[in-house]
């Protein structure tokens, strides 16, 4: 399967508690995006890197959440603390980041990570 | 004013009916522009890009309006398959992150 996978695909935590996703992205995407999705809304974006550099951190990402992509490949999502309000739905997604609109910017998503907090 | 609005629906449409759906954006600086489709507890897959001079997939249509800030969505002879929701994505400026609508729901019926 060469497209986003993420893991684990459900994540059942109790308040307070670390977790961390992990999503590998298409291999030949140079950039990855995290979002999140709740019940009725469309993904809010949370952050996205250019090779490992990460270039934007959306104001919904607190200072509980922290990604990281070390190699320019796979990226990791850890929420510090979890509160019942992180429940959602954690997407990643990759898309080329070069070349000409919009193909640089045809992002393909992971299957997600199913977060629910109690 | 949100950045990507969409009217949330549902559409309630008979199978073979022509539907449309529409998109406003509020950055004049946006450079791209897709719909997606999204499957119920699913992930979006992406549907069509959207160009300037408009595009054609089959029975889907997309136009893109840049001088009132416009996207469009056109399915012809829809089928029970095509029920989903359409999300509206644009991204910014400088063509780094992609800011979705929150979806237009379909519900094709027999």
Known sequence: DTGVSQDPRHKITKRGQNVTFRCDPISEHNRLYWYRQTLGQGPEFLTYFQNEAQLEKSRLLSDRFSAERPKGSFSTLEIQRTEQGDSAMYLCASSFGLGRPPRNTEAFFGQGTRLTVV | ?110
Not at chain 2, 14 to 26: K, L, R
Not at chain 2, 83 to 94: H, Q, R
């Open chain 2, 1 to 110: 004013r949100k950045e990507v609005e969409q009217d949330p629906g549902p559409f309630n449409v008979p199978e073979g009916a022509t539907v449309a759906f529409n998109c406003t954006y509020s950055n004049s600086a946006s450079q791209s522009f897709f719909w997606y489709r999204q499957d119920c507890r699913k992930e979006p897959k992406l549907l069509m890009s959207v160009y300037s001079s408009g595009n054609e997939d089959g029975r889907f249509t997309a136009q893109l309006n840049r001088a009132s800030q416009y996207i469009s969505l056109l399915i012809r002879d829809s089928k029970l398959s095509d029920s989903a929701t359409y999300l509206c994505v644009v991204n910014d400026g400088t063509a780094s992150k992609l800011t979705f609508g929150t979806g237009t729901r379909l519900q094709v019926t027999l």
